[in-house]
């Protein structure tokens, strides 16, 4: 979970890799354009969420995954880096960790009642919008063909005046925005995959969590122990008080995001719908 590999045991005072452990800043209050509403979750079919890291999806947006989950929908998960430099241990062996996030992210999966994962070999810290990042991202969205895609935001870069945004996090988002459209459902692009037999396939929708400019709040009263029993699974991450301040900073998150739609918990997102 630290890249930097400068993380102390306050997370609190360190430069640690996610947007969660300081609250994001919401916008002001009427700023235009920004409708606050409870996500109507009227699509049904498969979801398929990609992060950067293994421990990104449960920390954004677990609750929101185990309850499609729970609710009968397919939900894939694509982790578009090994996690390798998640610790601040110089000893540590980056392949071994690599093996740990990998074990750790499946266990977590299951947790949420996910249907799959896969991790991609690409290095933490080392994530780029390229092609070749693309088509795996399109190629995930053909196999799966989801509905929905849920990744982060990749305008969001500032998180108040404590926190900006890790860069893996931010080429997450705008590697899978650039998979999803113009991509997955152009048989133009990756025509390598078509030649697997991997057709086009077109999104009807995109949920960015880690947002600074939330239009939805996805109800998820009743799934917040969900999500931190799977984000306790990344054992390798949760070391250190680690836990307890997630056990402690999650539910306070969720429950501010849950005033808005007067429920008890409740995620943030940015939610496009493409048709
Ligand atoms: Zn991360």
Redesign the pocket.
């Known amino acids: ?1 630290t890249p930097h590999g400068d993380t102390g045991p306050d997370p609190a005072t360190t430069g640690a ?2 947007p969660a452990e300081i609250p994001p800043g919401q916008p002001p209050e009427g700023a235009p354009g920004v409708a606050e509403q409870e996500a109507p979750n009227e699509r049904p079919g498969p979801a398929l969420a990609v ?3 293994p ?2 999806a449960e920390i954004a947006a677990g609750g929101t995954l185990a309850r499609w989950a729970k609710e009968g929908r397919e939900v894939h998960l694509l982790v578009l880096t090994n996690g390798d430099r998640g610790s601040d241990d110089p000893a540590q062996d980056r392949e071994e960790l690599a093996r740990i996030r990998l074990v750790e992210t499946q266990v977590a999966a299951d947790y949420m009642g996910l249907a799959g994962i896969r991790i991609l070999p690409n290095h933490d810290g080392e994530l780029q919008n390229d092609h070749a990042v693309r088509r795996e991202v399109a190629r995930r969205i053909r196999e799966v063909r989801p509905t929905t895609v849920l990744t982060c935001d990749p305008t969001a870069w500032f998180f108040g005046n404590q926190y900006f945004n ?1 860069a ?2 931010r080429t997450a988002g705008a590697a899978t925005l650039d998979g999803v459209f113009p991509g997955a459902g152009n048989p133009h692009f990756f025509e390598e995959l078509v030649a697997e037999g991997l057709q086009p396939w077109s999104v009807r929708e995109v949920w960015l969590a880690w947002t600074t400019e939330p239009n939805q709040y996805q109800d998820i009263t009743g799934f917040m122990d969900a999500k931190i029993q799977a984000l306790a699974r990344h054992e390798s991450q949760v070391r250190g008080g680690l836990l307890g301040f997630f056990e402690q900073w999650l539910p306070t998150e969720a429950e501010e995001n849950g005033r808005k739609i007067g429920v008890a918990h409740a995620e943030a997102f940015r939610v496009l719908n493409l048709g």
Do not use: G
């Open positions: 979970m890799e996610h992060f950067a890291h421990d990104d890790h893996d996090h």
